[in-house]
């Protein structure tokens, strides 16, 4: 518990630092992290249920669940739609980040095939950052280092938000990252998506 409390104080204060810094390293283009990060999901789930994959659209564009807004999963045609606009708003912090959003939409497919919440609410969007931790730390072909925890980090701070009572409240920047950050400690010690289960 004590690890957990440190890597979560660590990581919300990350969030703070590193908000604004520049992307400095090399980072892999936006098809290698989609194709990684789906077909890794994919893997864990054993291809069981998977979601369809449609990325790089414009904002606005048509589906069954009508014109999104943003990275999107649409349960009327079990799709994940991850948006452009979205693509380089992630690249402001990395690549990671991108990872992040990928497998946060991953989370709200696996929510609806296996019932884990019945209806929209930040609490819903909270397990589905928490799911996205514990698939970013069990992706078998991805490593994350320290730099790419620090972006996921960074940018689930800064889509936090604070619209009280909306049904598009999506967490506080706190508890968006504390919500990864426990879902990325419980790939570490086993625990997996038991370590998202609300109460």
């Not at 936006?30 to 789930?45: C, F, L, N, R, T």
């Not at 994940?80 to 497998?103: H, P, Q, T």
């Not at 409240?169 to 968006?176: F, L, V």
């Amino acid at each position: 518990m004590k690890i957990l409390k440190a890597l979560t104080a660590a990581a919300i204060g990350l969030g703070y630092v590193f908000a604004t810094l520049p992307v400095l390293a090399r980072e892999w283009h936006p098809k290698a992290v989609v194709d990684g990060v789906y077909s890794g999901i994919q893997k864990i789930h054993g291809y069981k249920a998977t979601p369809r994959l449609i990325w790089n659209i414009r904002e606005y564009s048509r589906t069954r669940c009508g014109r999104i807004h943003s990275s999107h999963y649409c349960k009327l045609d079990h799709t994940v739609y991850i948006m452009r606009r979205d693509i380089r708003m992630a690249y402001r912090y990395g690549d990671a980040a991108l990872a992040y959003i990928i497998a946060h939409e991953y989370a709200h497919a696996m929510q609806t095939v296996h019932g884990f919440t019945p209806r929209y609410s930040s609490f819903t969007e909270l397990q589905a950052d928490c799911l996205a931790g514990v698939y970013l730390g069990l992706i078998p072909n991805i490593t994350f280092d320290k730099k790419d925890i620090r972006e996921i980090a960074a940018f689930a701070y800064s889509i936090g938000d604070y619209a009280w009572g909306s049904k598009h409240h999506h967490g506080t920047p706190r508890q968006r990252v504390k919500a990864v950050t426990i879902g990325m400690q419980g790939s570490l010690n086993g625990q997996g998506v038991r370590a998202c289960r609300l109460s």
